[in-house]
């Protein structure tokens, strides 16, 4: 315990950890639960991507879509490979857990986690044609924007540094995603992407989660956390909603 004191002393002065055999049970919990999620998410992400690449309606939209599965699977594996050093097995993790499947497009499941992997809710629901892919991606860009700005700082520094080395390749991704949104509005596509941000928009929110304050002030204590759910949530709102007017639609 006395050791433990110690170290969250050291965390919340701004220290780091470097490597898998000076971080405590406790930490390296929270730090596995973290990188499981990322993980999951681009996993489940790029699976269902993936199955829209042929429905771009051109070549360079298709081009743009498997290059975005190809960089969401490579982060992913970026970051599953420091979790193999803490022993995950990394040689079944893409084969283990079935990252195409998806709920009904009716289902409402809020902020539930999948029963088999830890992905985001809202990677459970299914992408409903290009339009919709196009939305989807571009509203999720602008949120793993907020949540990977708030990991970058985390106090596990090869985590810290994959996250800051992937921060620019989803961002791109978000600049094919309004490059293709434009692109759909211009050619009078409004009423399907007006469609899909009403469906993605409370969903990709939710992904944002409600931790409790003692909770939070936990992971604030370990250096995994700043800022709460609620105040990701609003930033990442009050930049999508910026984008979506500049589509000419409107947020739920």
């Known amino acids: ?19 898998p055999t000076n971080v405590p049970p406790r930490y390296r919990a929270e730090l596995m639960k973290l990188m499981a ?5 681009e996993l489940a992400g790029a699976a269902g991507f993936a199955e829209v690449i042929n429905q ?16 969401k699977t490579d982060n992913a594996d970026r970051v599953l490979k420091i979790m193999g050093e803490f022993g995950a097995d990394i040689d079944r993790y ?12 009716n289902a409402d499941i809020g902020m539930t986690r999948s029963e088999h992997d830890m992905r985001l809710a809202v990677f459970n629901y299914p992408i409903d044609g290009w339009a919709d892919a196009v939305i989807m991606n571009l509203l999720m860009s602008r949120a793993v924007a ?19 080395a992937i921060a620019p390749i989803e961002a791109h991704h978000g600049e ?3 490059e293709g949104a434009v692109k759909l509005a211009a050619e009078g596509e409004s009423a399907a992407l007006q469609r899909s941000v009403d469906y993605w928009w409370p969903r990709v929110a939710a992904s944002f989660g409600t ?38 639609l409107k947020t739920p």
């Open 56 to 71: 771009g309606p051109g070549i360079k939209e298709r081009i743009a879509a498997a290059k975005i599965v190809l960089e």
């Open 146 to 164: 907020e949540q990977l700005a708030e990991f970058s700082t985390i106090s596990y520094q090869p985590l810290a540094e994959a996250f800051r």
């Open 1 to 19: 315990m006395a050791e433990d004191m110690t170290l969250e002393r050291y965390l919340e002065a701004g220290g780091v950890l470097t490597n």
């Open 176 to 178: 094919l995603a309004l």
């Open 211 to 248: 931790a409790t304050a003692e909770k939070l002030q936990s992971l604030r204590n370990m250096g995994l956390r700043r800022l709460t759910g609620a105040e990701l949530k609003t930033r990442w709102s009050t930049e999508a909603a910026r984008v979506v007017d500049q589509l000419g």
């Open 94 to 105: 893409a084969t283990h857990h079935p990252w195409t499947a998806r709920l009904d497009r």
């Open 37 to 41: 999620t990322f993980v999951d998410s």
